[in-house]
């Protein structure tokens, strides 16, 4: 088993900056592909970035694209995302989570594991 804590959300102005952070126990998260998801109030949870297990290949939403980057450091057995120039539309719970199957995965059911969510608002 996995265990996934997400946090450094919260409220920013648009046009601003957050650093999300995924820390992982219980296992080596070298072993899993990670992933982050969002979801906006009536909306779908949706893929937001995915990185490999060496940290080496990235992949990103097309809305995030050059905005957000993903990254991971393995001996902390934490991952993170950088969010930058953020908008009004980026308001969402943020999910990580992580997938024991090679690959840049956007499809939700690969994924075992999941944090719990943090909330990131943008509003001025």
């Known amino acids: 088993q996995v265990q996934l804590v997400e946090s450094g959300g919260g409220l920013v102005q648009p046009g601003g900056s957050l650093r999300l952070s995924c820390a992982a126990s219980?296992?080596?998260?070298?072993?899993?592909?990670m992933g982050w998801f969002r979801q906006a109030p009536g909306k779908e949870r949706e893929f937001v970035a995915a990185?490999?297990?060496?940290?080496?290949?990235?992949f990103y939403a097309d809305s995030v694209k050059g905005r957000f980057t993903i990254s991971r450091d393995n001996a902390k057995n934490t991952g993170y995302l950088q969010m930058n120039s953020l908008k009004p539309e980026d308001t969402a719970i943020y999910y990580c989570?992580?997938?024991?199957?090679?690959?840049?995965?956007?499809?939700?059911?690969?994924?075992?594991?999941w944090g719990q969510g943090t909330q990131v608002t943008v509003s001025s």
């Open positions: 990185v490999s297990r060496s940290g080496v290949n990235t």
């Open positions: 219980g296992r080596t998260l070298s072993n899993y592909g």
């Open positions: 989570a992580a997938t024991p199957r090679y690959g840049l995965i956007r499809y939700q059911p690969a994924y075992d594991y």
